[in-house]
Each structure stands twice: as C-alpha cells, then as structure tokens.
C-alpha cells in the first residue's frame, strides 16, 4: 500500500461523507426547481442530520439488540460500499478487497439487517416494510447481478478498478450491450433506493411506502445514520453506475494529475446525474406495488438481454 | 465492410431484439402498433447501411419499400383499424407476461444455436445477425400464439416478417428486387384482407376476441 | 414463349375482368370459359414440351420441364372442370340465399386470381417467386373461405390465414437461407434464385446451410401441403368454404404445395450427401398418414372427412417422394394426379349431396341413390377410387408405393397397411349408409351437372387400367429429375 493509495482512499471516504448528503440536497433541490416549488437549500440534508444527531434516541421496550447496532451495520456497509468503488481513483487500497459481486453483498446485508429491525418491533407498518423491502431487493439483486456481469463479460474481470481502467481506454466503439445494461441499472437504482417509480422518498404518509416503513421506529442518532446510509446508498450507486458506464476523469494508478481533476470531474458528473435523477422523479408517477415485479423483471430482462447482446453478438 | 459499420449493424439488431421483447410484454393495442413502427423503422435502418457498406443500390429501394410500408402505412391502416373497431386494450395473455420474457430469453439462446452453423459462413461482419432475425421470428411467433385478440396477432403475424427481412438484409444483403417486390406486395394485400376480415369477425361476434373461434375443435 | 404468355395472362386478366364484370348472368360462364382458355393455353404449353423439350422464358424467370408441365395440365384441368361444376352449385346456393351478388363477383374473381397463383408458382424458375405466388394462393382464397360469414366459416378462414401465413413465413425463411447459400455459389445477382441455375451448381451448395434450409421451407410449405402437426386449417377450411373451393384446395393447392417442397428436395439432396431430405419428408408424410387415417373416423362432416382423407393422401406421395427412386418418385407423381382428379370429383358430388340434403352432417345425409342416382354413384365410385380399389387409379399408386416401402423400409409397411385399412374403414362405413341408407327426402327440381364427376371418375379409372406411352415416359422422365 503506497502513500498515494492511502490519501486517495482517503479522499474518497471524505468525499463519499459530504458528497452523499450533498447529492441528496441536489436532488431534493433540482425537484423542487422542476415542480415550480421554492427549493430546500443544498445543505438542507447537513442540517437534519446534525438535528438529528442532537436528538435523544428513543428505542421500544421491546427492542432486540439487532434494533440497536442495525444503523451502525447499514451504515458501516453503505461507507464500505463506497470505498471499494473507484470514485476518483483506480488505485484504491481496499479495492482488491472485494469485486462487484462483494458489492451487491453488502448492499444484501444492509437489507437484511434494515428488514430485521423493521420486524423487530413488531409494528404492522415495521413488517410490511420489511416485506416489501425484501421483495424489491429479492427482484433487483439478479438484475443488478446482470448488470455486474456484462461489465465484467466486457472487462473480463470482476473488479470495479479493472472494469473503469478497461472500459476508460477502450477504443469508441458502440456497445449496445452496454446501453441495456445501463437501462437495467437505472431501473434497478431507482428500485433500490426508493424513488419514485417504485417508492416516494418525500412521504412518510403512504400505505404503499417501503423505505420509510422500515424506518419509523428509528429516532435521533440512530435515524440520523441511517438517513445518512441511505445518503450514501445513492452516492454508491451514482459512482458505481459513472464507474461502469461512464468511466472518464477516474484517476488511473499514480497519475497525480488526474487526480487533481477527478473530484470537478465527479462533481460534475454527479451533478448531471441527479438532475436526471429528479427529472425521472418529476416525469413520472409512482406505480401500484403490484406492477413493481414487473417494473424489475423488465430490469432483469434487459440485463439478460446485455449479456445475451454481448455473448451473441460480440457487442 | 468497416468495424464501424458491423457495429451500427449490431446497434439495430440489438434494437431489434429489444423491440421483440417489448412487443411481447406490452399489453396496449397503440402501443404495439407505435413498436412495430419503430421496428420498421430499425429495419430502415439496417438496411441503409448495409446498402452503404456494400454499395447495394437495389437495397436502397427496398429500405424506401419498408420505410413506406411498413413505418407508414401498415402502421397508419393498423391505427385506422383499431379506431374504426374501437379497441384499444388487450389485457389478456394467454401466459402471464414474466414467463412469456422467460420463453423468449429461451427462444433467442435456440435460435442463436440455430444459426451459428451456418453464421460463420456469412460475409458480413456482423455475424450474429442472422440468429438474432431468427430469435425475433420466433418470438413474433410467441406473441401470435399467446394473444388472444385480432390486432395484436397479426402485429405479430407482421413483426415476423420483419424479422425474416432483417435476416433477408443481414444475411445476404438483400433478395433480388422482384422477389422483395412480390413480398411487399404479398404483406400489404394480406393486411388489407385482414382489415375486411376483421370487420367481418366483428360483424358476426361483436367482439375481435379471438375465443369466439373455438367451436371447430377436433372430437 | 406465347404459351408462358397466354396461360398466365388469361387468369391474370381474367380476375380483374370479372370484378368488372361484377355480378351479372354471364360471370359464371365467362369464368367457366376463361378457365377453358387457361385449359387450352395449357395444352398448348404441353405440346410444346411434348415436342421440343424443357423451355424456359423472360430471362430464364420461368420454365417448364417434365416435372411441371403435367402438372400445369392437371392444374388448369380441373380448374376447368371445378369452374363447369360451379355454375350450376353457386346457382342453387343463390337460390337458397348463402351466396349473394356481391360475394359471387368476389367469388369469380378470386377463382380466377386463384388460378394464376398456382400456375404461376408452378412455372416460375424463380424460388422467391414461388413463395410470393404460394402466399397470394392463400390471400386469393381466405376471403372464399369466409364467404359464407358464417362464424364457423369466419373461423376457419382466420386460422386458414393465420396458420398458413405462419407456416409460409416459415417458407420465406428456408427460401432466404437458399438464396443465402446460392449466393456463395452463383454470387448475389438475381440468378441465384432461378432453380436450374440452382440445379446446376446444387453439389456446390454449402450442406449446413441447406440441410437448415429445407427444414424450414419442408416445414413452411408442408402447413400447405396439411402435413400433421401443420394440419389444422386444413379440415376447417374445407368444410367451411364453398365446396367448388374444398375441390380446388384439394384437387390444386396441395399438389402445388407439394411441388414446392419436392422441388427444394433436389437441391437439398443435391448439396447434402445423405438422406436426410428424404427421411424428414419420410416421418412428415408417415406421421400425416397415421393421424389423418384415425381422425378419419371420428368425423361427422362429410366434407371434414374427405378433407382428412386428403391429408391422408399427401402424407402418402410425401412419404414416396421421401423414399425417392425411380419407382416410389413415379407412384408419388401418379398419386398426385389420380388423387387430384378423383377426390375433386368427390367434393363435387358431396357438394351436390349436401346441397340436397340441406347438412353437411352425415347421419343427416341418408339414401342419396333414391334422391339422385347420379350423385349417389358418382360419390360411390369416387369412394371407392380414393380408397384405393382397383381398378381405379389410386391402387395402382399406392400398390406401387407399398411395395416399394415393402422392399426399402421394411417397418413402415405395417403403418402404412394399418393406415389404410382404418381409412378404408372409416370412410366406407360412413358413406355406404349415405347413399344406399333410407331417406324421405324427395329428389329436387333441378339436375346438377355431373358431367366433371365422371370425367375424372373415368380418367381415374384410365390411369389405373392404362396409362398412355408418352403419358407414362413423361412420369418416368420426371422421376428421373427427382432422382
């Protein structure tokens, strides 16, 4: 591990902590913006979680310990997540670690943990969260799992940092593969973080709701780390769809100088990203739960087609 | 034929498979006119630039052929048709739509398998073309058994033969000119026999319900 | 050359000439009598070949050889006599009120468009060309079928459409995977479809690419053709059509179709060294000959059971034509015409038959000798002929296909004998009871024209007792052609 791997892991983990809320307030700000409302300020999320974090935690009588270290876990998970995702450098130390297909793991246990403690409790509105939770996740891992593997088919390689090193360099040619896939991910992206085809992250007051189900037992600290996971969840995935499908201005292994200009890089990247985000969010309307299999079975389906593209066609 | 070309080539057939798929899930009348439009469209497409990579003129008058027939007028007689019978859903499939995509995942592994013998004798580069045309045949073929109404069967009687002319045009660049002539010919009158028939299935059954014509089973 | 001209030309013409014409006293007989002149182009078109050999014309874009040309005769043939046959049917249907102007003016029209699409498949050199006149075969015939707009007729004309148009795009694409292997050999000009530049060049032809091929144009064609599993629209579209159309979808429709697929077994057997053309239409025509022999009995609708009996019928020239060789390729030719002339007589009489008992129900249609004894006898004896009693015609083919099956493949014998005797079976039972069974019917006013009945009865008869020299040399020669 040299020194330069070191501060570039670093920087990440510093720019995943302040960019994950950022991009939240982005969004929740270019909405506004699209919706003719007068928008939150950027910061807006900084400023609940630090209400948040000054708030005394309330727990149920009845609360297991799994209650208690869940955010911690979710948490601890989503900032690993990022880590081992090159968001301004290749050359990450902890990248080795795990590949693409450790990533959806993790994601896997955030959602285990998230849906335990949702049932914990024992509120009925705790287990239909968990329910649902596990439903769309249970649907978006294979498709997310398609995704990973068109990648990797093109890449020849599992690992976030060879696939963006591979597919950076890689002479202009047109990869339809890698535009179903790329459809598959927003799809997935959009189930796994509870947007809005799927989900409405602005309401708690829904009965078809899903994240926030899960999460109104939480209150103070515990509320705050995991508002601030799922922060983080959408930052992972921004960075992991830019590493894939988008893998310029990422810093390759000892080039200082791009990596000076991989964080303007990122930010301009991420920002693009959620305004499309929130255009996707103001276009449409969210679906009855009972569609949303179908929603991500079409996912599915066209991560099998990339790969079907790729193995048939060489595209 | 330039790597760049094989790749648009690629593009279109991917579409075009994109396009089957989605045919085979869609569930609105409009909707699966507007798709086989735009498949025409696709077809279009290939279809220029094969005659641009090969230097085919004969092709560029069969890809104005599609362009009129099939982005224009079978879609614009199809729309006419569905307002004039007044009907716009088909909710019924006859499979639920999740295994109908599992089958057509199926049917395109075995008509790649299919055709692999013999696309390694194609000239083009863009080899995997001729299994993806049989792969959308095959799943127009799907959609045709497993709706249950008039218009979507012969969307997919038509979407079929969009895939046998990709094949035509990826494959051998082309049929010679009278044959494609007799084609087009043989598709725009059968639509119109269709367009009568239909009015005269509605006429007997009040209904384009395909159930209605059920009674001569075998006993 | 002229012939080519003037036999395409008249149905060409004629269609749109009686749409003109629309629904006047005249259209039959003019359809009656354009259908002479195809008749008369076509033998004209005969005696040319008779004397000067295989032709070709228009850039080599149609030719005529051994194989075709009698067929081309036997094509016009009956379309002739199916067209005497219908002035006197539709008549009566008119008068009973199924059949009105307007559907008459289509009816003629289509007749006639019917007629240049199976000449022209018949003669064109062009494969492709083929294809196009094989799918304007159905589109001339689907609305014939639905003329009635009766449901069930409206149904059957659907699945007709239907399952023929899929099974036709089945055809297009074995004819695209041909085009796709001539195109290697012959390069990509317009000759590469032409079947006897294919024809010359077939050793050359990439074995993969045809075997593939044939599948799918074996497949496509033989739904035409109403080889079982393919068969459904069959039954229906027979039953439910015109009788005048069941006489020429039986009578010309399914030769020509057969035809096709005979035609790509040349250049398949040509391009792959083994047998393996030969052995699907083997299992096609054996499988078609089983099924259609047991679903014979189980019908009620008579014209659903000739319909049957057809299938049967195909399922066993295709099986001849599968064992291939001079002697089998001659019984399938032979059967082809004999099955052709006698089961249209057939539908004629059945058509007559069911007219007068007012249902195409057999248990409905009882002592057709009293009511008429010329339908009674003309349905009698065309029974006895397709089912393969000597002296007719038919015996002669299928003695000559079971003995060859006897002598080459040993284990279909016992199908094919099994087949036959439940067919026997089945029809004999069914209309014995219809022509000698007791009725209260009384005979009707008019006389129906059974003049074509006999004249194929009798030409039946002729090609199981004597086939003519040149008759039987011309047979022989396009036996060769199919080696």
């Given amino acids: 591990m040299n020194l330069e791997g070191f501060l570039a892991q670093l920087l990440a983990v510093a720019a995943a902590l302040a960019g994950a809320p950022l991009l939240s307030g982005w969004v929740n700000q270019c909405r506004a913006w699209l919706q003719n409302r007068r928008a939150p300020p950027i910061t807006m999320p900084f400023r609940t979680l630090h209400k948040l974090f000054w708030k005394e935690s309330v727990i149920a009588h009845d609360a297991s310990p799994i209650f208690r270290v869940t955010p911690y876990i979710v948490f601890g998970c989503m900032l690993l997540a990022c880590l081992i995702i090159p968001t301004l450098s290749t050359n990450l130390p902890l990248a080795p670690a795990a590949d693409a297909i450790a990533l959806v793991g993790l994601f896997g246990v955030a959602r285990l943990f998230i849906s335990l403690a949702a049932m914990d409790i024992g509120t009925s509105f705790g287990t239909l969260g968990a329910r649902r939770e596990m439903l769309v996740g249970f649907l978006a891992e294979p498709a997310f799992l398609m995704v990973v593997f068109t990648a990797s088919l093109i890449s020849s390689s599992t690992s976030l940092a060879t696939t963006v090193s591979t597919l950076g360099h890689r002479e202009f040619a047109i990869l339809p593969s890698l535009a179903f896939a790329g459809l598959a991910f927003t799809m997935v992206s959009l189930a796994e973080n509870a947007r809005v085809p799927v989900d409405n992250p602005a309401t708690h007051l829904e009965l078809t709701m899903i994240h926030e189900a899960l999460i109104l037992e939480y209150s103070g600290r515990h509320l705050a780390l995991i508002e601030w996971a799922a922060s983080l969840k959408l930052f992972a995935y921004s960075c992991a769809g830019f590493a894939i499908f988008f893998p310029w201005g990422i810093a390759e292994a000892s080039d200082s100088v791009a990596f000076l200009w991989a964080l303007p890089a990122l930010a301009a990247k991420l920002a693009v990203g959620g305004f499309a985000l929130a255009l996707i969010e103001t276009i449409l309307a969210k679906m009855r739960i009972f569609r949303v299999p179908e929603f991500l079975a079409t996912a599915f389906l066209l991560g099998v087609l990339a790969i079907l593209v790729h193995l048939l066609l060489g595209a | ?219 | 050359m002229e012939a080519f001209f003037v036999l395409l030309a008249i149905p060409l013409l004629g269609g749109p000439f009686l749409w003109l014409l629309g629904d006047r006293r005249s259209a039959p007989e003019v359809n009656a009598a354009l259908s002479l002149a195809t008749f008369a182009a076509s033998a004209w078109l005969t005696a040319v070949v008779i004397s000067g050999g295989p032709i070709t014309a228009w850039n080599e874009q149609f030719f005529v050889d051994a194989l075709n040309v009698f067929l081309v005769a036997l094509t016009a043939f009956v379309g002739f006599t199916t067209s005497l046959f219908s002035r006197p049917y539709m008549r009566i249907e008119r008068e009973k009120g199924k059949m009105t102007g307007p559907r008459l003016r289509l009816y003629h029209s289509m007749y006639q468009a019917f007629m240049f699409t199976m000449l022209l498949a018949l003669t064109t050199n062009n494969m492709g060309i083929l294809w196009v006149a094989m799918e304007a075969a159905t589109l001339a015939t689907v609305l014939l079928v639905s003329v009635y707009r009766t449901a069930a007729s409206l149904e059957a004309a659907w699945k007709y459409f239907i399952l023929c148009g899929v099974g036709i795009a089945q055809a297009l694409f074995g004819t695209i995977l041909l085009y796709f292997a001539a195109e290697r050999v012959l390069g990509a000009e317009g000759n590469a479809l032409l079947w006897t530049h294919l024809n010359l060049v077939k050793a050359d032809l990439e074995p993969a690419i045809m075997s593939l091929a044939f599948v799918f144009l074996l497949v496509g064609y033989g739904t035409k053709i109403g080889l079982v599993p393919l068969h459904n629209w069959l039954p229906d579209a027979h039953a439910e059509g015109p009788t005048p159309i069941s006489a020429v979808l039986s009578g010309l429709l399914l030769n020509v179709a057969l035809y096709s697929v005979i035609r790509c077994k040349v250049l398949a057997d040509g391009a792959l060294e083994s047998r393996f053309a030969g052995n699907m239409m083997m299992g096609f025509g054996l499988l078609s000959v089983v099924v259609a022999a047991f679903f014979l009995s189980r019908q009620r609708d008579v014209k659903r059971m000739f319909a049957y009996s057809s299938i049967e019928h195909m399922g066993l020239v295709t099986f001849a034509f599968g064992m291939g060789g001079p002697i089998a390729n001659f019984a399938g030719l032979l059967h082809m015409t004999v099955h052709s002339l006698v089961k249209s007589a057939i539908f004629f009489a059945v058509g007559h038959a069911a007219q007068k008992a007012g249902t195409q129900l057999m248990e409905d249609i009882r002592g057709l000798i009293k009511v008429s004894p010329t339908v009674g006898w003309g349905l009698m004896i065309g029974t006895l002929a397709i089912l393969g009693m000597p002296p007719f015609g038919v015996f002669a083919s299928e003695f000559l296909i079971l003995t060859t099956a006897m002598r080459e493949h040993p284990w279909a014998t016992p199908f094919l004998l099994l087949a036959l005797g439940v067919a026997f079976a089945a029809v004999f039972s069914r209309v014995q009871p219809m022509v000698f069974g007791d009725t209260h019917i009384k005979p009707l006013p008019h006389q129906p024209a059974l003049v074509p009945v006999f004249v194929h009865l009798g030409l039946g008869l002729l090609l199981g007792l004597y086939i003519p020299p040149y008759l039987a040399a011309w047979y022989a020669e396009a036996a060769k052609l199919l080696g």
């Fill in chain 2, 1 to 219: 034929m330039s790597p760049l070309t094989g790749q648009i080539l690629n593009l279109f057939a991917s579409v075009l498979l994109l396009i089957a798929f989605a045919m085979l899930a869609q569930r609105r009348i409009v909707t699966l006119i507007n798709l086989f439009a735009i498949q025409g469209l696709a077809l279009v497409g290939s279809t220029v630039t094969v005659a641009w990579a090969t230097g085919q003129r004969h092709l560029y008058y069969s890809a104005g052929i599609t362009l009129v027939l099939k982005v224009v007028i079978l879609p614009f007689i199809l729309h006419r048709l569905i307002r004039r019978l007044n009907v716009k859903w088909d909710i019924e499939t006859l499979i639920n739509i999740p295994t109908m995509m599992l089958v057509g995942i199926v049917l395109v592994v075995f008509a790649f398998n299919l055709a692999l013998p013999i696309s390694q004798f194609s000239q083009s580069i863009a080899r995997g073309t001729l299994g993806i045309a049989l792969a959308c045949v095959l799943m127009s073929f799907l959609m045709m058994i497993t709706r249950s109404k008039a218009v979507p069967q012969v969307i997919g009687f038509l979407a079929m033969e969009n895939g046998l002319f990709f094949a035509a045009t990826s494959a051998t660049y082309g049929m010679p000119m009278v044959v494609e002539l007799g084609i087009a010919l043989d598709v725009l009158v059968g639509m119109i026999i269709l367009g009568v028939f239909m009015f005269q299935i509605r006429e007997q059954f009040d209904s384009l319900d395909i159930h209605h014509l059920e009674k001569l089973k075998e006993d």
